[in-house]
């Protein structure tokens, strides 16, 4: 089964703003899963957006 991470763990991993991740899954730049009110990442989609940050800056 594929890790599932919350908002704050993914702020903690990439070194942003709780906020700023959050920002991100309403824009539709972070893939997530909305679970009742908690917002879930899995262990793809933040690969997937990690790969897409660097493809832009390239």
Do not use: A, C
């Not at 991470?5 to 703003?17: D, G, R, T």
């Not at 909305?34 to 917002?39: A, D, P």
């Amino acid at each position: 089964m594929e890790n599932l991470y919350s908002p704050e763990e993914i702020s903690k991993i990439l070194k942003i703003k709780e906020h700023t991740v959050t920002e991100y899954l309403r824009n539709g730049s972070l893939r997530g899963h909305k679970i009742g009110t908690s917002w879930k990442i899995s262990e793809s989609d933040l690969e997937e957006f990690l790969e897409m940050q660097e493809n832009r800056t390239e």
